[in-house]
């Protein structure tokens, strides 16, 4: 794996709804932030078992996805 590659940790409750979610900004809910995630990064993300799943990504492009989802709650 690339050592610039980001993988974000989400994890899922029983009713699908998105109880924690790695490199969030205070500013955004954790499902949120997986809706903006799936909407802007969506083939960069893998389902894994156990209400669990994972977006792979670049430093460069969770950085820049951070930056535009405080610009937008501002």
Excluded: C
């Excluded at 903006?36 to 993300?45: E, I």
């Amino acid at each position: 794996m690339d050592p610039q590659t980001v993988i974000l940790h989400v994890r899922f409750a029983p009713n699908g709804s998105v109880v924690e979610i790695s490199e969030r900004p205070p500013t955004l809910s954790p499902q949120d932030w997986f809706n903006t995630l799936s909407f802007k990064a969506a083939d960069a993300y893998q389902t894994l078992a156990g209400g669990r799943g994972v977006f792979r990504l670049t430093r460069a492009g969770v950085d820049a996805l951070r930056a535009e989802a405080a610009v937008g709650t501002a």
